[in-house]
Protein backbone atom coordinates (compact mmCIF):
# COMPACT_ATOMS: atom_id res chain seq x y z
CA UNK A 1 0.00 0.00 0.00
CA UNK A 2 0.96 3.41 0.06
CA UNK A 3 3.31 5.00 2.35
CA UNK A 4 3.76 8.52 3.04
CA UNK A 5 6.85 10.07 4.83
CA UNK A 6 7.44 13.76 6.36
CA UNK A 7 9.99 16.00 7.16
CA UNK A 8 11.20 17.50 9.16
CA UNK A 9 8.82 16.42 12.51
CA UNK A 10 9.54 19.59 13.98
CA UNK A 11 10.47 23.33 12.69
CA UNK A 12 10.89 26.41 14.50
CA UNK A 13 11.09 29.54 12.51
CA UNK A 14 11.64 33.41 13.19
CA UNK A 15 8.25 35.25 12.10
CA UNK A 16 8.46 36.61 8.81
CA UNK A 17 10.77 33.68 7.81
CA UNK A 18 9.20 30.76 5.85
CA UNK A 19 8.65 27.52 6.24
CA UNK A 20 9.17 24.40 3.61
CA UNK A 21 7.71 21.14 4.88
CA UNK A 22 8.77 18.03 1.88
CA UNK A 23 6.63 14.55 2.03
CA UNK A 24 7.69 11.77 -0.09
CA UNK A 25 5.21 8.93 -1.24
CA UNK A 26 5.70 5.77 -2.36
CA UNK A 27 2.92 4.67 -4.87
CA UNK A 28 2.98 6.42 -8.18
CA UNK A 29 -0.66 5.96 -9.10
CA UNK A 30 -1.17 8.99 -6.06
CA UNK A 31 -3.28 11.87 -7.63
CA UNK A 32 -4.47 13.57 -4.86
CA UNK A 33 -2.28 15.65 -1.97
CA UNK A 34 -3.76 17.53 0.55
CA UNK A 35 -2.40 19.62 3.14
CA UNK A 36 -4.09 19.84 6.99
CA UNK A 37 -3.03 22.23 9.88
CA UNK A 38 -3.89 20.96 13.26
CA UNK A 39 -4.65 23.03 16.31
CA UNK A 40 -4.01 21.40 19.73
CA UNK A 41 -6.69 19.31 20.39
CA UNK A 42 -8.61 20.16 16.76
CA UNK A 43 -9.55 18.45 14.37
CA UNK A 44 -7.48 18.91 10.93
CA UNK A 45 -8.39 21.80 8.55
CA UNK A 46 -7.50 21.18 4.75
CA UNK A 47 -5.73 24.49 3.90
CA UNK A 48 -4.44 23.51 0.72
CA UNK A 49 -5.01 20.12 -1.84
CA UNK A 50 -2.95 19.61 -5.37
CA UNK A 51 -3.74 16.99 -7.85
CA UNK A 52 -1.29 15.44 -9.92
CA UNK A 53 -2.19 17.32 -13.33
CA UNK A 54 -0.62 20.25 -11.49
CA UNK A 55 2.76 21.54 -10.42
CA UNK A 56 2.01 24.33 -8.26
CA UNK A 57 -0.85 25.81 -6.24
CA UNK A 58 -0.91 29.03 -4.28
CA UNK A 59 -3.08 30.46 -1.76
CA UNK A 60 -2.12 33.86 -0.26
CA UNK A 61 0.67 32.84 1.95
CA UNK A 62 0.67 29.46 1.19
CA UNK A 63 1.66 27.10 -1.51
CA UNK A 64 2.56 23.30 -2.74
CA UNK A 65 4.39 21.72 -4.95
CA UNK A 66 4.40 18.42 -7.04
CA UNK A 67 7.18 16.43 -8.34
CA UNK A 68 5.32 13.24 -9.97
CA UNK A 69 8.63 12.02 -11.33
CA UNK A 70 10.11 12.29 -7.99
CA UNK A 71 7.20 11.62 -5.90
CA UNK A 72 7.45 14.34 -3.46
CA UNK A 73 5.98 17.31 -2.81
CA UNK A 74 6.44 19.90 -0.44
CA UNK A 75 4.15 22.74 1.35
CA UNK A 76 5.90 26.22 1.59
CA UNK A 77 4.68 28.80 4.16
CA UNK A 78 5.93 32.33 3.66
CA UNK A 79 5.92 35.66 5.96
CA UNK A 80 5.22 33.00 8.78
CA UNK A 81 2.70 34.68 11.35
CA UNK A 82 2.24 33.01 15.57
CA UNK A 83 -0.86 32.35 14.35
CA UNK A 84 0.65 29.83 11.80
CA UNK A 85 1.90 27.58 14.73
CA UNK A 86 0.17 24.50 14.73
CA UNK A 87 0.81 20.50 13.43
CA UNK A 88 0.65 20.19 9.79
CA UNK A 89 0.20 16.93 7.88
CA UNK A 90 0.22 15.82 4.58
CA UNK A 91 -1.62 13.00 2.77
CA UNK A 92 -1.43 11.23 -0.42
CA UNK A 93 -4.59 9.62 -2.16
CA UNK A 94 -5.19 7.24 -4.97
CA UNK A 95 -9.25 7.62 -6.77
CA UNK A 96 -9.66 3.93 -7.13
CA UNK A 97 -13.19 4.96 -7.37
CA UNK A 98 -14.95 7.70 -9.04
CA UNK A 99 -16.80 8.64 -6.07
CA UNK A 100 -16.21 9.57 -2.20
CA UNK A 101 -14.67 7.00 -0.52
CA UNK A 102 -11.10 7.16 -1.35
CA UNK A 103 -8.79 6.32 1.41
CA UNK A 104 -6.34 9.16 2.64
CA UNK A 105 -2.73 8.25 3.96
CA UNK A 106 -1.11 10.30 5.96
CA UNK A 107 2.44 11.69 6.75
CA UNK A 108 3.30 11.44 10.30
CA UNK A 109 3.53 15.67 11.04
CA UNK A 110 5.43 17.83 11.24
CA UNK A 111 5.00 20.53 14.57
CA UNK A 112 5.55 24.32 13.35
CA UNK A 113 6.75 26.71 16.24
CA UNK A 114 6.82 30.41 14.72
CA UNK A 115 8.66 32.67 17.29
CA UNK A 116 7.60 36.19 17.60
CA UNK B 1 -24.99 25.59 12.46
CA UNK B 2 -23.43 22.67 9.61
CA UNK B 3 -21.06 20.20 9.84
CA UNK B 4 -19.64 17.25 11.73
CA UNK B 5 -20.01 16.81 14.97
CA UNK B 6 -18.78 14.59 17.28
CA UNK B 7 -19.54 13.53 21.04
CA UNK B 8 -18.32 13.56 23.80
CA UNK B 9 -15.50 15.67 23.60
CA UNK B 10 -14.16 13.67 26.28
CA UNK B 11 -14.53 9.83 27.34
CA UNK B 12 -14.06 7.65 30.28
CA UNK B 13 -13.83 4.01 29.75
CA UNK B 14 -13.21 1.04 32.21
CA UNK B 15 -11.44 -1.77 31.81
CA UNK B 16 -13.95 -4.27 30.30
CA UNK B 17 -16.48 -1.77 28.95
CA UNK B 18 -17.21 -0.94 25.32
CA UNK B 19 -18.00 2.76 24.38
CA UNK B 20 -19.39 4.32 21.66
CA UNK B 21 -18.41 7.55 19.87
CA UNK B 22 -21.31 9.82 17.88
CA UNK B 23 -19.99 11.01 14.68
CA UNK B 24 -23.31 13.35 12.59
CA UNK B 25 -22.77 15.43 9.49
CA UNK B 26 -25.32 17.53 7.75
CA UNK B 27 -23.33 18.27 5.36
CA UNK B 28 -24.72 15.14 2.60
CA UNK B 29 -21.52 13.91 2.23
CA UNK B 30 -21.42 10.37 0.48
CA UNK B 31 -18.56 8.59 2.58
CA UNK B 32 -17.35 9.18 6.06
CA UNK B 33 -14.36 7.87 8.18
CA UNK B 34 -12.95 7.15 11.53
CA UNK B 35 -9.80 7.95 12.00
CA UNK B 36 -7.57 7.31 15.35
CA UNK B 37 -4.65 9.48 16.30
CA UNK B 38 -2.18 8.90 19.32
CA UNK B 39 0.37 11.56 20.87
CA UNK B 40 2.92 13.00 18.46
CA UNK B 41 1.63 10.55 15.55
CA UNK B 42 -0.02 10.99 12.28
CA UNK B 43 -3.95 9.56 11.45
CA UNK B 44 -4.66 5.83 11.18
CA UNK B 45 -7.73 4.93 9.42
CA UNK B 46 -10.03 2.57 11.31
CA UNK B 47 -13.01 2.17 9.10
CA UNK B 48 -14.57 4.04 6.56
CA UNK B 49 -18.13 3.63 4.69
CA UNK B 50 -18.45 4.94 1.08
CA UNK B 51 -22.70 4.59 1.22
CA UNK B 52 -25.16 4.07 3.93
CA UNK B 53 -25.29 -0.03 5.23
CA UNK B 54 -21.72 -0.12 3.45
CA UNK B 55 -18.51 -0.51 5.44
CA UNK B 56 -14.61 -1.67 5.25
CA UNK B 57 -12.02 -1.88 7.34
CA UNK B 58 -9.28 0.25 7.41
CA UNK B 59 -5.11 -0.62 8.76
CA UNK B 60 -5.91 -0.68 12.27
CA UNK B 61 -9.94 -2.15 12.40
CA UNK B 62 -9.61 -4.92 15.04
CA UNK B 63 -11.33 -4.08 18.04
CA UNK B 64 -13.35 -1.58 17.20
CA UNK B 65 -16.75 -2.14 14.68
CA UNK B 66 -19.13 0.98 13.37
CA UNK B 67 -22.60 1.08 11.56
CA UNK B 68 -24.20 2.94 9.22
CA UNK B 69 -28.09 2.71 9.37
CA UNK B 70 -28.01 6.67 8.07
CA UNK B 71 -26.06 8.81 5.88
CA UNK B 72 -25.76 11.36 8.43
CA UNK B 73 -24.31 9.14 10.84
CA UNK B 74 -21.26 7.07 11.47
CA UNK B 75 -20.56 5.80 15.52
CA UNK B 76 -17.35 3.87 16.58
CA UNK B 77 -18.33 1.54 19.04
CA UNK B 78 -14.42 0.78 20.92
CA UNK B 79 -14.73 -2.80 22.45
CA UNK B 80 -12.94 -4.16 25.21
CA UNK B 81 -10.89 -6.39 22.56
CA UNK B 82 -9.22 -3.09 22.30
CA UNK B 83 -6.18 -3.33 24.42
CA UNK B 84 -4.99 0.24 24.08
CA UNK B 85 -7.63 2.43 22.95
CA UNK B 86 -6.69 5.72 24.94
CA UNK B 87 -6.24 8.27 22.08
CA UNK B 88 -7.57 11.06 19.74
CA UNK B 89 -10.75 9.60 17.68
CA UNK B 90 -11.33 12.14 14.36
CA UNK B 91 -14.65 11.18 12.00
CA UNK B 92 -14.17 12.78 8.97
CA UNK B 93 -16.67 13.01 5.93
CA UNK B 94 -16.03 13.73 1.89
CA UNK B 95 -17.97 14.22 -1.13
CA UNK B 96 -17.37 13.87 -4.89
CA UNK B 97 -17.87 16.44 -6.86
CA UNK B 98 -16.59 18.28 -10.24
CA UNK B 99 -14.28 15.18 -10.27
CA UNK B 100 -12.31 15.21 -7.04
CA UNK B 101 -13.03 14.48 -3.75
CA UNK B 102 -12.26 16.42 -0.59
CA UNK B 103 -12.46 15.16 2.66
CA UNK B 104 -13.28 17.12 5.87
CA UNK B 105 -12.56 16.42 9.64
CA UNK B 106 -14.94 16.97 12.73
CA UNK B 107 -13.13 18.50 16.53
CA UNK B 108 -12.70 15.06 17.50
CA UNK B 109 -13.31 12.70 20.76
CA UNK B 110 -10.53 11.94 23.56
CA UNK B 111 -10.77 8.70 24.87
CA UNK B 112 -9.01 7.38 28.10
CA UNK B 113 -9.19 4.71 29.63
CA UNK B 114 -9.05 4.68 33.64
Known amino acids: GENVEQHPSTLSVQEGDSAVIKCTYS??????FPWYKQELGKGPQLIIDIRSNVGEKKDQRIAVTLNKTAKHFSLHITETQPEDSAVYFC???????????????FGGGTRVLVKP | DGGITQSPKYLFRKEGQNVTLSCEQNLNHDAMYWYRQDPGQGLRLIYY???????QKGDIAEGYSVSREKKESFPLTVTSAQKNPTAFYLCASSIWDSSQETQYFGPGTRLLVL
Open chain 1, 27 to 32: DSASNY
Open chain 1, 91 to 105: AASIAMVIAAGNKLT
Open chain 2, 49 to 55: SQIVNDF
